[in-house]
């Protein structure tokens, strides 16, 4: 048992034998997201690429920039997204619940078929059987291979759950069970309505801003302040500031925040008061964000000084600013005045950007540097890459962040805004694409760093999979819990 | 446990009163928007996309082009739409109640083809037919500088045998792009589809909502002084 | 700030997470005591929520566009606008052009541009019956027309179909009047448009019970 003074997140002894019994769908789901991670950036690179040199691989029809980006769009968000968001759920909500993982092995099962869902949807989707639909760009019979396989994980973290042993709920297990049940609702309601027998007219749009704003919120949201939550605790070695507050954030969330998704529909020809009252339901959306600062900022600064070395802490660290930017750009920029310039621009993609790897992919970094060492019990084979990894991460998402904002707001006030003088007519489309090409390129190159980067996690993530692997398979009774599981 | 009990029914009743106040009430509304028939004509309107236009729509789909084309007009005074010519109007929700899939789109990479149809119709050779062709064969040719991608696997070269195909476009081509002799350009089948369903993009029927627009105050008045002085 | 914050977070025990829950549990279970400043966070929240919830409300009444599903423009609203939107009035000219080229009707024989057919059709354009008496014309184009008449000093002997309601096109009253009024105004004619109220005065007073087609003299004897 490590001291408590030494500011480090130390584990007891029972958390130990709970981190053993993760160990096999835990690394299992971290190597698949950390594939499907490099795999996704690398269609990123290519789609980035394509947007200032549409020469490039444009004789391939699979590699056409549409069904490149739904592709990009479906890897990120199911490959890497949710393997991801599985692992840190089955972690989490077995060290919470101090219950160790019971049957192991048919989690690993639900997740080789969700990754086969995955695989057989975006060649699917290169092989131009899409939907089109923003956020569920499967076609249509993937989506019942990814929800009998998420059935099993959320009922087995469900399961888990309910067999915690302390009394107290903490607010992480709020949120994951708030992500758990969340998700497949959502997700077969707009599976039902927009893949199945789609709605009529303007209703698809519609039903699709109210799936991806709660994917988004509520499935990667949730997954990723609960980690948050968990992490900013464990890692400084202290409580949560204001802790009390927290449960109001999470009911505000929970309340207000799926009737913001069609602020995103404004100007569009749904019907006006739809869009009103998403826009009115964001704003609520800043107490929430107030909230999470007030717990989240406090706890980890006062800690900063001790922990800032730890890299899991800097891609916290790094998460909860991005999370708090982003929440408030979004509502920023549901409100029509910025709308109108802004909407259908690159500044929609760098808040898309922000909100996905800035806050849940850099979260889910640092969940996984402090999971995986614990659940396998080794340390990453090679320290210098976690550090490339980061800064990498750290920089690429900032030059694209940045690089695709200056580009939208030209784009849009290209797009949406006549040149000053009498008579004027509007810019050529074209001149408007021209005058943004120098940061659209910062954004390939951008990608191309992410890239390196996530080769390095990959590398460092399947060598200590490799070590781990050769070290149990000779011996399973070194594996206690898996092999009496199985 | 009851704290647990009152986690997952608010929970619930969250997700049931958003899934009730977004999209039941206005799957009861909107959703069931139904064509308007005008007398005048003698006609139900929107009217259903022809054939090919209709597995030309399933052509866009496939090809991802909504990933840079919106297919919505903002109306007069919210941006520009309507001085760029993307639409006599702005789109209204009946438009697209006849479509299999809704593309509004979300990203303007390239312009708004909710009305594209109208621009070339009747324009540039075999009614905007030769213009699309050129276009999608090689953006450049029709829009030089353009960051659209070529659709060159949308056109097939083959040898000619008997007759040339009257469908044949390499006579709309530059030298550059000449085939071999004997050789001939001649867009594929989907090409065909999605060409005709861009051309039937237009959006041209006024419906009455398309009057729903507020007029400000300073108008009305405006107008009401001008009818006071007119009596 | 930070010194509350410090006060605010407690060390987690041994870490371990059975001591994060029971530290946690503990901070639900006994709210800290108000102290001066920590007090003020909740307080700043609420304070928060509610102008958060009343600008919201504002905004959301004011851009509701009356809760309508046929409004898109979230500063339209229909009570107040009610009266000064017009309702939607058909374009007679506009109306009446679609009618005339529409398949089988006038300008199959009477062409697009309304010069007729030399010798078969008479012309439209500057046509002293297209111009004249609206009384002849309406007559005219409600029943038909049979042998021969004479149109800018030539001489047709031909047979126009009626148009009207219970004729083979059944054009309502205001199609009639419509594509009366598109021809009169067409191709260099500028004479006044034709009154829908005319076309049913004439249909069902005037002329009521009429089915056969009229003949040149017959309607040269109208005003």
Redesign the interface.
């Known amino acids: 048992m490590a001291s408590p003074s030494s500011q480090t997140s130390s584990v007891g002894v029972e958390g130990a034998s709970v981190d053993a019994s993760v160990r096999l769908p835990g690394l299992y789901f971290a190597a698949a997201a950390a594939v499907w991670l490099v795999v996704g950036t690398a269609l990123s690179v290519i789609a980035a690429f394509k947007l200032h040199s549409p020469a490039f691989l444009a004789d391939c029809e699979w590699l056409t920039y549409g069904r490149v980006r739904a592709a990009e769009s479906a890897v990120l968000t199911y490959g890497w997204g949710f393997n991801a968001a599985f692992a840190i759920v089955i972690w989490l909500m077995a060290r919470l619940a101090q219950a160790e993982v019971r049957r192991p092995v048919t989690l690993v099962v639900s997740g080789v078929f969700w990754n086969l869902g995955v695989l057989l949807g975006s060649v699917g989707i290169l092989g131009g059987h899409g939907t089109a639909v923003e956020g569920l760009e499967f076609p249509a019979y993937v989506n019942v291979i990814l929800f009998a396989a998420y059935a099993w994980i959320a009922i087995w973290a469900l399961l888990t759950f309910r067999a915690r042993r302390s009394p107290h709920v903490f607010i992480s297990q709020w949120y994951l069970v708030l992500a758990l049940l969340w998700f497949p609702w959502v997700f077969s309601l707009a599976h039902l309505l927009l893949v199945v027998d789609p709605v009529k007219g303007v209703m698809q749009p519609l039903v699709q801003t109210w799936y991806a704003h709660s994917l988004f919120l509520f499935w990667f949201g949730g997954v990723g302040v609960a980690a948050l939550y968990y992490l900013a605790a464990k890692l400084t070695g202290r409580s949560i500031a204001h802790y009390h507050l927290s449960t109001l954030g999470f009911w505000l969330l929970v309340i207000f925040g799926a009737w913001a998704g069609p602020a995103r529909l404004v100007g569009a020809p749904v019907p006006a008061w739809v869009v009103s009252l998403g826009i009115a339901m964001s704003m609520v959306l800043l107490v929430v964000v107030c909230v999470w600062a007030f717990n989240l900022v406090p706890t980890l600064a006062r800690a900063a000084a001790v922990v800032r070395q730890e890299a899991s802490y800097r891609f916290v660290a790094v998460g909860v600013v991005a999370l708090l930017v982003a929440q408030v750009a979004s509502v920023l920029l549901s409100f029509r005045g910025v709308a109108e310039l802004l909407q259908f621009t690159f500044v929609q993609s760098a808040l898309t950007q922000l909100n996905h790897y800035g806050f849940f992919s850099m979260v889910a970094f640092g969940t996984l540097y402090v999971m995986v060492p614990r659940i396998t019990g080794r340390s990453w084979p090679v320290p210098s890459l976690v550090g490339f990894h980061f800064w990498s991460s750290l920089l690429g998402c900032l030059a694209s962040v940045v690089a695709l904002s200056i580009a939208g707001y030209k784009q849009g006030v290209g797009l949406n805004r006549l040149p000053m003088g009498d008579g004027a007519v509007p810019t050529p489309l074209i001149d408007v694409l021209q005058s943004i090409q120098p940061y659209l390129f910062t954004q390939t190159s951008a990608m191309v760093l992410l890239v390196a980067g996530h080769v390095a996690f990959l590398v460092n993530l399947g060598w200590m999979a490799a070590g781990c692997c050769s070290s149990c398979l000779p011996a399973p009774s070194s594996l206690p819990n898996a092999s009496k599981a199985a | 446990m009851n704290?647990?009990a009152l986690?997952?029914l608010?929970?619930?009743a969250?997700?049931a009163?958003?899934?009730t106040?977004?999209?039941l009430v206005?799957?009861g509304?909107?959703?069931?928007?139904a064509r308007v028939v005008d007398?005048?004509?003698g006609l139900a309107f929107p009217q259903p996309m022809p054939g090919l236009a209709e597995q030309g729509h399933l052509v866009y789909?496939?090809?991802?082009?909504?990933?840079?084309h919106?297919q919505?007009v903002?109306?007069p005074g919210?941006?520009?739409d309507d001085?760029?010519g993307w639409g006599d109007r702005?789109?209204?929700?009946?438009?697209?109640?006849l479509?299999?899939?809704?593309?509004?789109?979300?990203?303007?990479?390239?312009?708004d083809l909710r009305n594209v149809g109208q621009r070339k119709d009747g324009q540039e050779g075999r009614d905007g037919r030769e213009w699309h062709y050129r276009h999608l064969y090689d953006?450049q040719l029709t829009?030089?500088?353009?960051?659209?991608?070529?659709?060159?696997?949308l056109f097939e070269t083959r040898k000619i045998v008997g007759e040339p195909s009257p469908k044949a476009i390499q006579g709309l081509l530059p030298a550059s792009s000449q085939p071999p002799a004997g050789y001939e350009i001649v867009p594929t089948v989907r090409a065909e589809r999605l060409v005709s369903y861009l051309l039937s993009l237009k959006d041209s029927y006024?419906y009455?909502?398309a009057?729903?627009?507020?007029?400000a105050k300073s108008e009305?008045q405006g107008g009401a002084a001008a009818e006071g002085a007119k009596k | 700030m930070s010194s509350h914050d410090q006060e605010s977070t407690r060390p987690l025990g041994d870490g371990s997470d059975a001591s994060l829950q029971s530290v946690h549990a503990d901070l639900t279970a006994n709210k800290p005591e108000p102290k001066d400043g920590y007090s003020m966070l909740p307080l700043f929240l609420l304070g928060l929520l509610s102008a958060v919830i009343f600008v919201g409300s504002i905004y959301f009444v004011h851009y509701r566009g009356g809760v309508d599903p046929l409004v898109y423009d979230e500063r339209f609203d229909p009570k107040t606008a009610a009266k000064s939107a017009t309702v939607a009035t058909v374009d007679p000219i506009a109306a009446g052009k679609r009618l005339y080229n529409q398949p089988g009707a006038c300008a199959t024989c009477h062409q697009v541009n309304g010069q007729g057919v030399a010798g078969v059709f008479p012309p439209l354009a500057a046509s002293e019956w297209v111009s004249g008496s609206d009384e002849r014309l309406i007559r005219l184009v409600l029943h038909g027309l049979v042998g021969e008449i004479k149109v800018k000093g030539n001489t047709y002997n031909g047979a126009m179909p009626g148009f009207g309601l219970g004729s083979g096109f059944n054009w309502s009253d205001e199609r009639v009047a419509h594509v009366l009024t598109y021809i009169r105004s067409e191709w260099g004619n500028a004479a006044p448009a034709v009154d829908v109220a005319k076309v049913t005065a004439i249909r069902t007073q005037a002329t009521a019970g009429r089915t056969k087609p009229w003949t040149a003299v017959e309607l040269e004897a109208v005003p």
Not at chain 2, 90 to 97: F, G, W
Not at chain 2, 99 to 110: A, D, K, N, Q
Not at chain 2, 143 to 153: A, E, I, K, T
């Open positions: 704290r647990i986690l997952f608010g929970l619930f969250a997700l009163a958003s899934w106040g977004v999209i206005n799957q509304s909107v959703g069931r928007l007398a005048n004509e789909q496939d090809l991802g082009c909504a990933a840079c919106t919505q903002r109306r919210f941006g520009i001085k760029r702005h789109s209204v929700a009946r438009d697209y109640i479509e299999p899939r809704v593309l509004i789109g979300s990203h303007r990479i390239g312009p953006p829009s030089p500088g353009s960051v659209m991608p070529s659709f060159r696997f006024a009455p909502e009057a729903n627009v507020y007029v009305t």
